[in-house]
Every structure is written in structure tokens, then in C-alpha cells.
């Protein structure tokens, strides 16, 4: 067994137990019962260049390539299939408005919209979203934050790109989940709800593809 096979099946294990035990969670069943959620299980390692980052293991890796010493289990949730609706994800200490997140993904339809063969991640999230200027992206924290509701909740997908400068690394992009129907009902209302702050980065030294790549979650 794989670590992308062991994945799935410890995802549909903990659905199982949660579904068919129903152990009684009381006011913690938001966090393990979330409406329309479902549980997803995936194995990260230390990042070598920085241990105290997380990367997620090769899915074509051995599970007995699994060290539980210094590996870590991480639990997430995805929308289930027959969701006709998201519920707006919350952060610590005050509600994430579907507003932001409706911000945060028109900047990335623009981004994608640019000529740029890809949208980097970090790129994204520390430069773009900084440039688009909504009041909550001057904050660092909640840009991460704002970006993992999006990506939690599916509207946002994410995939790999080879890094020329550290193969072993390859770097994070992003994508908007065009079969989303959040994501529809954007694209769908049309351009005259883009968001108005962004504006194409000024490039200087680097080309933009070279730049990309080192910006690697």
C-alpha cells in the first residue's frame, strides 16, 4: 500500500466511525460532524529546509515509509458531492465573511486570467492578494487564513509544478474549482463582479515564471 492509498482508506475509516458509531460528540460535533463535510486524512513530513513547515509525503511513497515519530496525520474536511451549498468556513475568533472569500477568488480569476502559465501558492497569497488591497489582506494571518477557507471548502485547488532550482521541491500552485457551484455562481454573475483592487504585478528583474517557482509553499 501506498501513502495516497492509505490516505483514502483512513479518510473513509474515520467517516465510518464518526457515521455509523455516532459517537456522541455534544458542542464538538461541528468539528468532527461539520454539515456537508466529510473527513480527509493526508500524511506530511518536515519540510528539509525548514522542520518546523510541513509538506505532504510523495502519494506514490511506501506507507512503511511512514514515521510516526516525526510524520504527522493531518485532519481536514472536503465538501461531499451532493453539497448544493458552503457554509462559510470560520476563523478563530471571528467569522470569515463570504465576501472575503468572494474577494480572494476573483483575484485569482484574474490571476488565472493573466498570461502567467501558472499561479504559485505563496505568490498568490503574499504578493497578489496584498496587491488586490481588500482591507483584511493587509493582515498576513488572515490572508492565510481566507486562503485555507477557500481551499478547505473546495472553491480553491491546488496542484504541483517541478521546481528547476530544487527538484526535490516542487512547487504549490493554486486554481479556482471551476465545477464549484460557488465558484459557478462567481463566474456566472460576470465581470461586473470582479474585484476592483487588483492589479497586475510589476515585473522587475526575474521573469514572472522564475519567480513563481521560488515562491514554493
Not at 68 to 86: C, G, W
Not at 179 to 188: K, N, T
Request: charged content about 25%.
Amino acid at each position: 500500500m501506498n501513502i495516497d492509498e492509505a490516505q483514502l482508506r483512513a479518510s473513509t475509516c474515520i467517516k465510518d466511525i464518526l457515521d455509523k458509531h455516532r459517537v456522541p460528540l455534544g458542542p464538538l460535533e461541528a468539528l468532527f460532524r461539520p454539515p456537508g463535510y466529510k473527513p480527509k486524512i493526508e500524511i506530511c513530513m518536515p519540510d528539509g529546509r525548514d522542520a518546523r513547515q510541513l509538506r505532504k509525503k510523495r502519494p506514490d511513497a511506501p506507507l512503511d515509509s511512514f514515521n510516526p515519530r516525526i510524520d504527522k496525520l493531518i485532519l481536514s474536511f472536503e465538501p461531499t458531492a451532493n453539497r448544493s451549498s458552503v457554509p462559510v468556513p470560520t476563523r478563530v475568533g471571528s467569522d470569515i465573511s463570504a465576501r472575503e472569500l468572494e474577494q480572494a477568488a476573483l483575484t485569482l480569476l484574474q490571476a488565472e486570467d493573466s498570461n502567467q502559465p501558472f499561479v504559485g501558492l505563496k505568490f498568490f497569497r503574499d504578493r497578489l492578494l496584498s496587491q488586490a488591497s481588500p482591507a483584511w489582506a493587509a493582515s498576513e494571518s488572515d490572508r492565510r487564513t481566507v486562503l485555507e477557507a477557500l481551499l478547505h471548502s473546495s472553491w480553491v485547488l491546488t496542484g504541483k509544478m517541478p521546481n528547476p532550482q530544487t527538484p526535490d521541491f516542487p512547487v504549490t500552485t493554486i486554481k479556482l474549482n471551476r465545477d464549484h457551484p460557488a465558484v459557478q455562481a462567481i463566474l456566472a454573475a460576470g465581470p461586473k463582479t470582479v474585484f476592483s483592487g487588483f492589479r497586475p504585478v510589476k515585473q522587475t528583474g526575474d521573469p514572472a515564471s522564475l519567480m513563481l517557482t521560488r515562491d514554493r509553499l
